[in-house]
């Protein structure tokens, strides 16, 4: 993907990544899929994908990383698969599924800003008032609960006493 003058800020492309699989899982057959922030996909919350994005000169690189016929066990973290829950023959399959949502996606992202994709994102998101800690790059750790997304894709925690604490980059585990 070739970035553009007048694309939205690259880092939004997570949320776009994350709406395009939880979109495309749905389809499929899936819709007890959530999105936790800002780009895993929970079942029944546990984690079930993750998706990595890494720049490469102009290019932003994207990875989906999705547990389909088994999942990891891993201590003091539940995880999921989608083996039982899909109506699909294969990887291949899955992969043009998303390839074609992603576009989609990324057309919207594109041509009308973050403000479709954020409030996409929000609908797959677990509720409002979800508890979450968020460990964030200076090594402190913040308690509050979800609280929605600002315009520009960042967390929204609500603290104890009622503060909104806005979270660009950072860890977030469901309490």
Known sequence: M???PDDPPAPSLA??????LAETISVLGCPAVTIKWPNDLLLDGAKLAGILLERSGNAIVIGFGVN???HPSIDGRRTASLAG???IHSVAELYDHLTVEFARWLGIWRAQGLAPV?????????????????N????????????????????????ADGSVHVIHAGDVFLV
């Open 2 to 4: 070739q970035a553009r």
């Open 15 to 20: 949320l776009v990544s994350a709406v395009a």
């Open 68 to 70: 389909l016929a088994s």
């Open 85 to 87: 829950r899909l109506w």
């Open 118 to 134: 954020v409030a996409r994102w929000q609908a797959q998101a677990h509720a409002p008032g979800t508890p979450l800690n968020a």
């Open 136 to 159: 964030l790059a200076d090594g402190t750790t913040i308690t509050g609960t979800y609280d929605g997304l600002a315009p520009d894709g960042a967390l929204r925690l609500r603290l």
